[in-house]
């Protein structure tokens, strides 16, 4: 993702609208621990440390996701998205892998995280922990637990979309392959009129968690995030800040209509004042150590919650 860290002038509090009593009680938590979250991005690092577009750790990655999905795709419930991108480097072969929660609404909402690495990094040492690893692991524990407990409210698909990373510079058109893809093809065949909300975790397993508010995204998604960390007692990691401008797998959703809310931690280590960005961010130092159990904990917590409000609403 390209990071833009222009803060809102002014920063409205949005009301999450016809909040019912049981919308504004305290959540449980800990349901999906944080520790196997970890757990799981440690195992899916083993598998596949360098994993872009085009790599031997590229196809172990998808093992690695399919291979926690067989129960699904037992049931006909977890698609291969296969497309051809053009991108700066020539012609790629890109999947998105789709696994099904069916509910018990006909809406759909979807939880997006990108499984890959960076194509121009790939020549140094850089596995991704934060970036791409842990919300794989994060989407993988998550479906886990809707495994055992099925939605009871909208549908819920989780999709590892590929291609967000820019294969040269990020562009417009180098860049979120996957999504756009996703978003174009959905568009085309009906589904989109499905989605009434579209999640997107990014970077959010980092030891000093502060996920901003992305002023972008959907009003009434980010009012509904926010009270997720008032009722899962999270608040002091979300919203402390905005940014503005986010270019991240949210937007193909946006530019069609659809809700959508970018989870990031765009703080990912100390400023670096010589590439304007933070320090671990697209760098070899973004590696396991600079995770923590607890901010795995945080994020599905607040994942979790955030579902349960839409599923009262929509």
Not at 73 to 86: I, L, M, R
Request: charge should be neutral.
């Amino acid at each position: 993702m390209k990071h833009c860290f222009r803060a809102a002038v002014v920063a409205s509090l949005l009301l999450f609208m016809g909040l019912c009593p049981a919308a504004r009680a305290q959540a449980p938590t800990g349901l999906i621990s944080g520790q196997s979250i970890l757990t799981l991005t440690q195992q899916f690092l083993a598998a596949s440390p360098k994993r872009f577009n085009g790599s031997p750790g590229h196809a172990a990655a998808e093992r690695f996701i399919r291979d926690h999905f067989k129960p699904e795709s037992a049931k006909g419930n977890f698609e291969v998205d296969q497309f051809t991108a053009d991108t700066p480097a020539g012609k790629q072969t890109m999947r998105n892998l789709i696994v099904k929660y069916p509910g018990k609404k006909d809406g759909v909402i979807v939880l997006v995280s990108h499984y890959e690495t960076n194509w121009p990094l790939r020549n140094i040492n850089f596995v991704g922990a934060n970036d791409g690893a842990c919300t794989s692991a994060l989407l993988i524990a998550i479906g886990q637990y809707l495994r055992a407990h099925p939605p009871q409210g909208n549908t819920v698909w989780l999709v590892f979309d590929d291609g967000e990373e820019a294969v040269k510079q990020w562009t417009e058109s180098d860049s979120l392959y996957g999504t756009r893809h996703l978003a174009a093809k959905w568009a085309a065949d009906g589904t989109l009129k499905r989605v009434k909300a579209v999640l997107v975790a990014d970077m959010i397993g980092d030891k000093d968690l502060n996920i901003p508010e992305e002023m972008g995204s959907t009003g009434w998604l980010r009012a509904a995030f926010r009270q997720a960390a008032v009722n899962t007692r999270h608040t002091a990691n979300v919203f402390q800040s905005q940014i503005n401008g986010e270019q991240d797998d949210h937007l193909p959703f946006l530019d069609r209509g659809v809700p959508a809310l970018d989870v990031i931690d765009t703080d990912y280590g100390p400023f670096d004042a010589k590439t304007g960005d933070a320090a671990y961010h697209h760098t070899a130092k973004d590696t396991i150590d600079k995770l923590s159990a607890q901010s795995l904990q945080t994020s599905a917590d607040l994942f979790l919650e955030t579902i349960r409000l839409i599923d009262q609403q929509r």
